[in-house]
């Protein structure tokens, strides 16, 4: 009998999306969720957001950012900035370059979290759920909310799937605007993912100052550079 309890509260875990919120939510605590856009991307940064959710606030479009269309992510994006208190964090394309994918990532994530747990007016949040990183900290930190992470957090919580989505639409608002100075890279489309466009523009006009050099560096040889994205990318789920 206890076992069967244990498996149905862990199959509850895994497939209730509002899981970790109800939970927050039904004890008078707060949420928050964590999650990255453009880790696999050729260009420009990594940028990562932080929403707490405001109590019993949830919209059945709060599903992982790139599953939506973009005039519904747009939609669902707004709906989030006015549903939540959020915040963002970025790493650059040279301390990418300089420390690696997965530590820039984590050090983006941080950046989010402090900022939001900075904030004024902003609820202190008991849990922390994030998209298949696991941070650390400050020990500086009063009451520092506890953590847990795992794989496909965009289905297991709808604070992590805002988040996808509100870094994916300040993201891509970004690679619009550097492609207005790139002309000729179609970042607008791409949004610096390696496309086919992207890669024959690479090799035939090389680099920009927003290329990720760490993971070009074949590309512009003319060599495929499969094996180095997923040496760059595989300690994440």
Known sequence: MEKNKKTKFAEEKNTNKIYFEEIAWNSGAYLCGIDEVGRGCLAGPVVTAAVILKPFKTHELL????????????????WIFNNSWHAFGMADHHEIDQIGIYQATQNAMLRAIYTILSQPNTP???????????????????NPP????????????ISIAAASIIAKVQRDSLLHRFNSVYTNYSFDQHKGYGTKTHTVALQTLGSTLI????FIKNIVKGINNDHDKKDQTSLFC
């Open 63 to 78: 599903i992982d950012s790139k599953i939506l269309p973009e005039t519904k992510r747009n939609e669902m994006a707004q």
């Open 124 to 142: 202190n949040p008991s849990k922390i759920v994030i998209d298949a990183m696991p941070l650390k900290l400050s020990t500086t930190l009063e």
């Open 146 to 157: 506890s953590i847990e992470y795992f794989c496909y957090g965009e289905s297991r919580s």
């Open 211 to 214: 290329h990720r050099m760490t």
